[in-house]
Structures are given as structure tokens and as C-alpha cells.
């Protein structure tokens, strides 16, 4: 059973370019998180999906940044017009089951972006 | 300020060594969990303890939770070099979206030998 797989691994982007983050979550988990890490600091939560819906947006910018999680294919979070400060390491995690307090989130390994 | 903070920010001690490193938090939890991140890499989750749970272990991993100080330990014992990573505490709300982390700025933890 493959854990959640995140791609490119590395992404390098000059500014006012697109940026497109994919994750595919563990088989058999429906339900999606991106984190953002940005240099020695911690995750910050960014946005919860399920398939079709966005259950939670709190932590992503109003501007530029938006996901989604298909019926089909991966979670994809893009950034539009990139900017240095959007170099990081972006997180994505799933878990098998509704919104639970105990669901464990699995890791995907990340990908980071250098905007440069 | 900032949600969940881990001191120290850094800790170096050498091989077979034990490790503690603390948690704050600021809002009402329903558990905090630890994860452990080597450099470059994904995270793993070590360990879950509920509100209501006060200790808890897991192989060399011991956990304390002290909700009236919003505070938690990890401790690792007879550390190894392998060890050596940085370590998030992560909390999951009360209220809200239930599955949402809120992570701490984590201990950088280096074992030599």
C-alpha cells in the first residue's frame, strides 16, 4: 500500500508564474490537508478537503492560492503569480475517515517550491 | 502568538542520553500528537494522547499531557543517533474543524555518538 505521494518533489518558479502541487492520498482515504512549512518553523494548516467539497479554507491567503480534490486524479493546490514568499514546503496528508479527532494524517514527503 | 511552541528549540546530547522536550498550547484540545521530521523530509506520527489521558508510552516514547497548564513532554529514552530529527507537537481543537493540526515550531534534536 503506497503512502500518499506528493509531485514534483521539487518545483522552481520565477515570479508571475503558476504553480500546480499534486497529492495523491493513500488508498482508501477521501480526505485531504495541505500544510504549508515555510524555513524552521512548524506546519501551518492550510486547507481541508474531501471529494468534490472543501470542508475547510481557514488557513489558505484570499488571494492566488486554491485547491481542489476531484472525483477522479489527485488533491491539487495551485498558486497563481507566485511570489518569493510563497517558497516552501507544502504538505499534504490524509486520513481514511470523516473528520474524526483521532484520525491519524499520513504524510506525504512534501514538495518545495523555490519561487525565484 | 503563536499556537503550540516547543522548547527547546534545540537540543544536542549524545547517544544513549535520554531527550524531554516540551509543548504549549493555548486553546482548548481534544488530544495532541507528536511528529517526528527528518531533514528534507515528510512527517511521521510517533504518538496521540487524549485530553483526558495523562501519560502515555510507546516503546522508548513517553508522553505526559497536563491540560491545566496546556502543556506537554516527549521524552525519548536511551536515545540513538537515528533519533535525531525535529520533533512537532500538534494539537487537534475542541471545536471546528475537528481533523485540523495546529502545530508547534518544533525541537531540532541532534544524537551524537
Known amino acids: 500500500n503506497a503512502g500518499v505521494m506528493q509531485n514534483p518533489r521539487h518545483l522552481v518558479r520565477r515570479r508571475g508564474q503558476e504553480a500546480r502541487l499534486r497529492c495523491s492520498p493513500m488508498k482508501g482515504h477521501s480526505h485531504v490537508y495541505w500544510y504549508r512549512q515555510l524555513p524552521e518553523e512548524g506546519l501551518k494548516f492550510m486547507v481541508y478537503?474531501?471529494?468534490?467539497?472543501?470542508?475547510?479554507e481557514s488557513g489558505m491567503p484570499k488571494e492566488r492560492f486554491s485547491a481542489e480534490f476531484p472525483k477522479e486524479g489527485p488533491s491539487i493546490l495551485r498558486i497563481q503569480q507566485v511570489v518569493r514568499g510563497d517558497s516552501a514546503a507544502y504538505f499534504c496528508?490524509?486520513?481514511?475517515?470523516?473528520?474524526?479527532?483521532?484520525?491519524?494524517?499520513?504524510f506525504g514527503p512534501g514538495t518545495r517550491l523555490t519561487v525565484l | 502568538s503563536q499556537q503550540g511552541e516547543e522548547d527547546p528549540q534545540a537540543l544536542s546530547i549524545q547517544e544513549g542520553e535520554n531527550a524531554t522536550m516540551n509543548c504549549s498550547y493555548k486553546t482548548s484540545i481534544n488530544n495532541l500528537q507528536w511528529y517526528r521530521q527528518n531533514s528534507g523530509r515528510g512527517l511521521v506520527h510517533l504518538i496521540l494522547?487524549?485530553?483526558?489521558?495523562r501519560e502515555k508510552h510507546s516503546g522508548r516514547l513517553r508522553v505526559t499531557l497536563d491540560t491545566s497548564k496546556k502543556s506537554s513532554s516527549l521524552l525519548i529514552t536511551a536515545s540513538r543517533a537515528a533519533d535525531t530529527a525535529s520533533y512537532f507537537c500538534a494539537t487537534v481543537p475542541n471545536t471546528g474543524t475537528a481533523s485540523k493540526l495546529t502545530f508547534g515550531t518544533g525541537t531540532r534534536l541532534q544524537v551524537t555518538l
Open positions: 496528508a490524509s486520513s481514511p475517515r470523516p473528520g474524526g479527532p483521532d484520525n491519524e494524517q499520513f
Open positions: 478537503l474531501q471529494k468534490e467539497n472543501i470542508i475547510d
Open positions: 494522547i487524549r485530553s483526558n489521558e
